[in-house]
């Protein structure tokens, strides 16, 4: 397989990275796992806007129960203003609020959903790009891709995300490891 074809592919530095460490043999463990981490919260740190998720998790907790059916219309036009993730976002809770009360878990579950789908989305664009031009190597960099998507719990990042108003903690935050290319003595 070609040591360069993160380069090439159809998704953001981030998920690149964790192309380049799944088509690595070695780095398809640890590695790779820890930069799909790190790419998907990258995207929710990005596109998941805090102001609309406090926003929403107000309109849950407030005594007015109606509160989502009241006002569709404003968080339609938070959900125009903003992001793809926060687009998302906001028609499914809408979805959501017509068949009945939204609450912070009914909030929880349908950001999963969005952070889910981008999880999937950016999965089934890098086995596509590594299919069509892998070559040989490309389905033990597809296994890799797989089993290191699978090893994120989209519903704890989203909770994390609740819990923090739209902000990812340092819990979900990639830790950064000692290169091996580093000069560790400091000598320059």
């Known amino acids: 397989m070609r040591d360069d074809i993160h380069k090439s592919a159809p998704v953001n530095r981030a998920w690149k990275s964790f192309l380049r460490h799944c088509a690595r043999e070695a780095d398809r463990q640890e590695r790779a796992a820890a930069s799909a981490r790190a790419a998907l919260v990258s995207d929710c740190a990005r596109e998941l806007s805090p ?34 993730m926060d687009q998302q976002l906001v028609e499914r809770v809408q979805l959501r609020a017509q068949k009945g009360k939204v609450d912070l878990n009914v909030l929880g579950e349908e950001l999963a959903g969005v952070i889910g789908e981008r999880k999937d989305s950016q999965k089934r664009a890098i086995r596509g790009h590594v299919l069509k031009a892998g070559g040989k190597g490309a389905s033990e960099c ?17 909770r994390d995300i609740l819990e923090n108003d739209g902000r990812v903690s340092r819990l979900h935050r990639q830790k950064r490891g000692v290169s091996l290319d580093e000069d560790l003595r400091g000598g320059g």
């Open 51 to 84: 102001a609309l998720i406090k926003d929403l998790k107000d309109r849950c907790t407030s005594p007015k129960t109606d509160l989502f059916r009241e006002n569709l219309d404003g968080l339609r036009a938070a959900g125009q203003s903003g992001s793809v």
């Open 142 to 158: 597809n296994q890799a891709v797989g089993n290191s998507l699978n090893q994120i719990s989209v519903p704890d990042l989203a």
